[in-house]
């Protein structure tokens, strides 16, 4: 079983960058799953940006240009690095790890975007 605990989360202006950390229990090596998805209060989860095949990444286009996943294996921490923030970037981001799809999620991080 692995826990992942998601940090660096909190308020911000718009225009400014935050950068989240989802720190693993255990190894990422194997992970061919990596992710960062967000819940905005009424919506449903979306996805914002993964890394799958362990090394192709993929985002969503409201981040394109703006966000950027990246990995660290030797410290099992998977980061999202969140520039030029917008207040509609206001949402619960959480982690989500597995090795063929989504085995383990994070509880999440509130990032908030003031205007």
């Known amino acids: 079983q692995v826990q992942l605990v998601e940090s660096g989360g909190g308020l911000v202006q718009a225009g400014g960058s935050l950068r989240l950390s989802c720190a693993a229990s255990?190894?990422?090596?194997?992970?061919?799953?990596m992710g960062w998805y967000r819940q905005i209060p009424g919506n449903e989860r979306e996805l914002v940006a993964r890394?799958?095949?362990?090394?192709?990444?993929q985002y969503a286009d409201f981040v394109k240009g703006r966000f950027t996943i990246s990995r660290d294996n030797a410290k099992n921490t998977v980061y999202l690095q969140m520039n030029s923030l917008k207040p509609e970037d206001t949402a619960v981001y959480s982690c989500?790890?597995?090795?063929?799809?989504?085995?383990?999620w994070g509880k999440g991080t509130l990032v908030t975007v003031s205007s």
């Open positions: 255990g190894s990422i090596l194997n992970m061919n799953h």
């Open positions: 989500a790890l597995g090795r063929y799809g989504i085995d383990y």
């Open positions: 890394i799958i095949g362990g090394e192709i990444a």
